[in-house]
């Protein structure tokens, strides 16, 4: 099944927030998407974050981790991170979205 992602402002800050808790900054300016696959999909399985990712990615109310085989569950995971770095090529907002997120840590 083919998912559609969200890339609503809520739906990449709820990203963003998930990502700082793994550990893990995807985004490094609106011009380019810097990911660490390997460790985000480690973080994801240990700290039990697959499923609320998959959900809010893609915005379905389904059990990913229940429903999805491991290879259609590494396709939404890794689709999500592909689809972004297209998408947001030309988005100056990441790297404000960036910069606002280290200065409400500091």
Do not use: H, P
Not at 4 to 15: A, C, G, L, R, S
Not at 52 to 68: A, K, P, R, S, Y
Not at 75 to 81: K, R
Request: charged share 30%; glycine share 6%; hydrophobic share 40%.
């Amino acid at each position: 099944m083919e998912y559609k992602y969200k890339t609503n402002f809520d739906t990449i800050e709820k990203v963003f927030v998930m990502a700082e808790r793994m550990g893990v900054e995807w985004f490094i300016t609106g011009t380019e998407v810097k990911i660490e696959i390997e460790k985000i999909i480690q973080c994801l399985f240990k700290q039990g974050m697959v499923n609320e990712f998959c959900q809010t990615v893609t915005g379905q109310d389904i059990n990913f981790q229940v429903d999805l085989d491991l290879y259609e569950l590494e396709g939404v995971i890794l689709g999500f991170f592909d689809f972004m770095r297209e998408y947001s090529k030309d988005l100056k907002i990441m790297a404000l979205l960036k910069a606002s997120r280290q200065t409400t840590a500091e």
